[in-house]
């Protein structure tokens, strides 16, 4: 079971390219270890919420696909005889 994150207003209003741009510079600064111990929490709490609201949209993104296949699937196809 996965733990409901409270992703910040900033976030919420990024597109999905802009999160997941954050989301990689976070990543690579804690990967270098050069970051200070309080810094690296405060970023990695970012990091989780930039994760959640990328998976949220990523979540709707395949609904929506899916809702579009699905209503499609009763129709020929245009070469069909």
Request: glycine share 4%; charged share 35%.
């Amino acid at each position: 079971m996965t733990e409901k994150v409270e992703i910040d207003k900033d976030i919420r209003e990024m597109s999905f390219e802009q999160a997941l741009s954050e989301l990689e510079t976070i990543v690579d600064r804690l990967e270098t270890g050069d970051v200070a111990l309080e810094e690296s929490i405060d970023i990695y709490q970012r990091g989780s919420q930039l994760r959640a609201y990328c998976d949220e949209k990523l979540q709707n993104a395949q609904a929506r696909i899916e809702k579009i296949t699905s209503a499609g699937a009763g129709t020929e196809a245009l070469d069909a005889e």
